[in-house]
């Protein structure tokens, strides 16, 4: 993976419209992989990481490690024919979803129980899919089973389950985990690729205590985050 690029002149239209709080919207160009289009993404900065309103709306870091897994070697179990449609959860920014938008043409629905994040995602499939009318952005928050059945009225179908770095709080895990089983249950979806980092206050053992609970199979491989650099890194080193 590339670092990730500052490119003001072709977004600041679009970040102008963001900054509703004072803070200044960063505007990415990410290269992912020679495979795909670089991915344009308006986000918060990070130091705003710790604000609770902010916390979906910037780029976290298991969103890369998904990224690399729907990148693999393997991805044609992922997307055997193409067509696949994909459903993500939580999907902040957007990353993970708009690369699959590249992997599959099939419909791609981004989701975040965040009204605002809902917003900044819809800026993010006009960048990157302005032309492409099964790329779509819906409100869906957790837990929230009538939601989710809203949500897939609007999709033909859902192959693949897709979320990163969703896990950060043990109120949300039972949620989110809950959507999971109504999708696998009620959708083509087999399994639901998840990449998290482990924090303090929760972590793999949690997962699989509200998994168990849940009679869903979990299964937990280690990786390692890629770094993530931005300008102000490189300026900084």
């Not at 600041?12 to 900054?19: H, K, S, T, W």
């Not at 009318?133 to 033909?156: F, H």
Request: proline share 6%; glycine share 8%.
């Amino acid at each position: 993976m590339s670092d990730v690029g500052d490119d003001e002149g072709l977004f600041g239209a679009l970040a102008d419209a963001f900054d509703d709080a004072g803070e200044s919207v960063e505007c990415h160009s990410i290269v992912l992989s020679r495979q795909v289009p670089p991915i344009r993404l308006l986000t918060f900065p990070r130091h705003l990481q710790h604000v609770a309103a902010y916390v979906p709306r910037v780029l976290w870091p298991a969103s890369r490690l998904l990224c690399d897994l729907l990148l693999a070697d393997d991805r044609d179990k992922i997307f055997p024919t193409g067509d696949e449609g994909v459903l993500e959860l939580g999907s902040g920014v957007g990353l993970c979803g708009l690369l699959c938008g590249h992997l599959t043409r099939g419909p791609v629905v981004l989701t975040d129980g965040d009204e605002g994040s809902v917003g900044v995602l819809r800026r993010n499939v006009e960048l990157n899919f302005p032309h492409r009318d099964n790329v779509l952005v819906r409100k869906l928050p957790w837990g929230d089973e009538a939601a989710l059945q809203e949500v897939l009225k609007d999709v033909s179908r859902v192959d693949v389950l897709v979320g990163a770095d969703l896990i950060y709080e043990p109120a949300a895990l039972s949620a989110l985990l809950r959507t999971v089983r109504a999708c696998l249950a009620t959708t083509a979806a087999r399994r639901f690729l998840l990449t998290f980092v482990q924090r303090s206050m929760v972590g793999v053992d949690d997962v699989r205590q509200v998994v168990e609970t849940l009679n869903v199979v979990c299964d937990v491989r280690e990786l390692v985050p890629p770094p993530v650099t931005t300008p102000d890194d490189a300026s900084s080193s």
